[in-house]
């Protein structure tokens, strides 16, 4: 009884091991003769390298762009008053986190000015009239003159950084002259320099106190004891991965091009007199595209941690367990489209216009965070908007395996459905 146990087992291993060696020996084929086609590098590596360089630049370049550059908004300042008021309500425009002061001489006329606005040189100009700071040291109220597009939303936002600060100084001024009256009537001995010299000290000290109030609202975001303070964005990190995942289709055109020719060179039907199996022929498909599209992957996520600071190795686990599902839906998809086309010419149409649909609608050109609510929606039932969320869940956001579980489950769903639907189509013939 042993003896016979013992034979079982041998006749067993050797049926699996002889399994395994056919699936090995057809993959390796299959590796083979897409890799010996130039083009197949070209598809899955350099182009998306290029395509992740100019799109990262295009949406700001390394780091998001220059961390320390001025975003504010512009607007011109003309100040025909050269007064002592109107050099604090420059200071006050200058300390604005909206907008940022730009001088323009006197001479510049409102018509030129007008014109710059007009033509989005400038998004608006405030132009101080002559004694400007006479009249409002006397009490009196002046008009300002700002030419800027009230209908848009950096002209609005112009608009109220400008009033703003107008108000601070104005409030500022009455501050100062109330302050001054109270201290002349009880120091009735002062002279006018000495009231001149109290009034400028108060004024300095009002204006100051604008920017440290008695009173601020702070907010705080909920999070991990570890969180750090927040790296300027790298524009790279939406680019790399939406290339990534739309140029793993393109690749799939060689992979599914050698199902196709052959079936129709008879191969695969002369494979079925040999002792591999019909389950073995497709697994070994399958995984030839599955080892394709995962080496793929580790050299372009290899790349962008590399030379363009993307943070895939920030959470090294999740970012394998997003790899493995989108390489299983794409390489699902490969076997579908090799199943289904007939021509070579075929597998690049089923091939490329998927993958214009879905990158387009998953988000791999354009981040779904600037799309309306409802594309959104429309987006999240294609895979690729799975596979954006779950990488930048990782690069962009910083969060862990937890993150990508959801997306990565949707990921395999897709796979499913295309392996099972390929499965079912597929013809030796």
Known sequence: MKITHHVFTLHISR????????????????????FRDWKAAFFLVVMPILFTIVFGYAFGGMGGGDKDA?????????????????????????????????????????????????EDEITAVLIVPANYSDA?????????????????????TAQNGIQAAVNRLTSSVDAANFSTQVYVQQNPQVDQSASQEFFDEVLNQAVAAWDNPPLTLVTSQTGSDDDTEEEPLNAFAHSSSGM????????LIGAAEVLVLERKSGSLQRLLTTAISRTE??????????????????????????????????????????????????????????????????????ALIPMFILSGLGGAWVPLEFTSPAFQTVAHFTPLAWAMDGFKNIIVRGMGVESVLIPSGVLLGFAAACFGLAVWKFKFE
């Open 70 to 118: 001025d975003t504010r908004i512009p607007i011109g300042f003309s100040d025909h008053d050269n007064g002592q008021l109107s050099q604090v309500l420059f200071d006050l425009l200058e300390a604005s986190d909206a907008i940022r002061p730009v001088t323009f001489d006197a001479e510049t006329t409102s018509d030129d000015l007008e014109k710059m606005v007009d």
């Open 15 to 34: 049926f699996i091991k002889e399994n395994i060696m056919h699936i090995i020996d057809l993959v390796l084929k299959d590796l083979l003769q897409i």
């Open 244 to 251: 990534m995942v739309q140029f793993a289709i393109a690749g």
């Open 281 to 350: 022929i497709l697994i070994g498909h399958f995984l030839a595209m599955f080892m394709m599209i995962f080496i793929q992957f580790a050299i372009l996520i290899g790349f962008a941690q590399a030379f363009l600071q993307v943070e895939y190795f920030r959470a090294p686990l999740a970012t394998l367990l997003v790899t493995v599902a989108a390489t299983l839906f794409v390489a699902s998809m490969g076997l579908l489209i090799g199943t289904l086309a007939k021509t070579p010419d075929q597998v690049v149409v089923f």
């Open 136 to 156: 409002l040291l006397g009490g009196e109220t002046i008009k300002l003159t700002t030419i800027l597009k009230s209908d848009t939303a950096a002209g609005t």
